[in-house]
């Protein structure tokens, strides 16, 4: 199975900063890694598919990057509507896995 | 509007059975791969089962393998989700998810159900 590894599990940044989110896969898995946002007692929503492609309807501050094993998941620009936990998700095997989360907070 | 309805979820005993639903509408259903994913209370994300448009390609997690179903009645625009020896680690909310791309048999999950929660007694 691969496994993935999100990094950090939590982080607290303040409105406007820069936020970054590492994902990294047990073995190569391409470009097939996706990003979801979840707010507590409400359903995942895509954000990025692919590593770099932005999901429909999703604002223009988030974004996606990377290939192979190593990917990224910045928020250019902290809203505080992007409080929430985020995941990375790989499709390049089954079974389908996802990472830990992130859970992103206000400073 | 695209939707995904789930129903089915409950209270049931250690070592007894649930059947979940998934109703679809707002698309054509027949055309796109299906996916069950689960969230058991307080943890991440755990994907529990594929099926494709055809019901040709279908895959299950090692945690469910045997012990759950997943089907699908394009005819009635619904996914199913039979669900047998249950015991406590199945308690969660379970979503269905669509998958994103027409025709392939894995991709990201673009529209997700409200989710309905299981809740095993042990």
């Known amino acids: 199975d691969i496994q993935m590894t999100q990094s950090p599990s939590s982080l607290s940044a303040s409105i406007g900063d820069r936020v970054t989110i590492t994902c990294q896969a047990s073995k190569d898995i391409n470009n097939y890694l996706n990003w979801y946002q979840q707010k507590p007692g409400i359903a995942p929503k895509l954000l990025i598919y692919d590593a770099s492609n932005l999901g429909l309807g999703v604002a223009s501050r988030f974004s996606g990057s990377g290939s192979g094993t190593v990917f990224t998941f910045t928020i250019s620009s902290l809203q505080p509507e992007d409080i929430a936990t985020y995941y990375c998700?790989?499709?390049?095997?089954?079974?389908?896995?996802f990472g830990g989360g992130t859970k992103v907070e206000i400073k | 509007e695209v939707q995904l309805v789930e129903s089915g979820g409950g209270l049931v005993n250690s070592g007894g059975s649930l059947r979940l639903s998934c109703a679809a509408s707002g698309f054509t259903f027949n055309t796109y791969n299906m996916n069950w994913v689960r969230q058991a209370p307080g943890k991440g994300l755990e994907w529990v089962s594929s099926?494709?448009?055809?019901?040709?390609?279908?895959y299950y997690a090692d945690s469910v393998k045997g012990r759950f179903t997943i089907s699908r009645d394009n005819a009635k625009n619904s996914l199913y989700l039979q669900m047998n020896s249950l015991s406590a680690e199945d308690t969660a909310v379970y979503y269905c998810?669509?998958?994103?791309?027409?025709?392939?048999?894995?991709?990201?999950?673009?529209?997700w159900g409200q989710g309905t929660l299981v809740t095993v007694s042990s």
């Open positions: 998810a669509r998958g994103l791309v027409v025709g392939t048999t894995a991709s990201a999950f673009d529209i």
């Open positions: 998700q790989q499709y390049d095997n089954f079974p389908l896995t």
């Open positions: 099926i494709s448009s055809g019901t040709n390609y279908i």
